[in-house]
């Protein structure tokens, strides 16, 4: 048994609405997507840059990760870095320390962890998240790369 033309039109209707609303949610997201994209390319530009990340700490979910390498799983880095931030903001606020954390370095036998919460002004609850090669690459460099992914960055 077919369906009738009536029913046909009826699916191909709520197919299209689907369809729309879809689009319509993804249009929202493409308009910050190139941005973080853009910023992800950028954190990545430094030489030994191994891994980047632009992460949600309330959640521990990466909005966005570009890797060089299939060694560093990058979304179990922004997990395990969710814990790390949101640790040293619990023992800042414990300390009554009112300052912001401009980054936090951790630096293993072959590479540096570099984790840049975001300033309030720019996204509140997110950090900028790089692996580095510790033999290939500068860091100072890549800090101050971070930096101006900041300031540039759009959420």
Known sequence: MTAGPSRRV?????????DKTSRRRSQGREKDMPNIESGLKEMMDPEGA????????????????LTATNTLD?????AGNTEVVRAKMRTMDQLGL????????????????????LS???GQGL???LALDRSRGNLALA?????GVEETLEV
């Not at 009826?10 to 689907?18: K, Q, S, V, Y």
């Not at 990058?74 to 922004?78: C, E, G, K, Q």
């Open 10 to 18: 009826a699916a191909g209707l709520r197919r299209w609405m689907t």
């Open 120 to 122: 309030s002004r720019k």
């Open 50 to 65: 191994i891994g980047a990340a632009v992460v949600d700490y309330s959640s521990g979910m990466a909005l966005g990760t």
């Open 74 to 78: 990058l979304t179990v880095a922004a």
């Open 127 to 129: 950090f900028l998240y």
């Open 98 to 117: 009112n300052e912001a954390i401009e980054d936090i370095l951790i630096t293993l036998s072959g590479q540096y962890h570099i984790i840049r919460p």
């Open 143 to 147: 800090r101050h790369r971070l930096k």
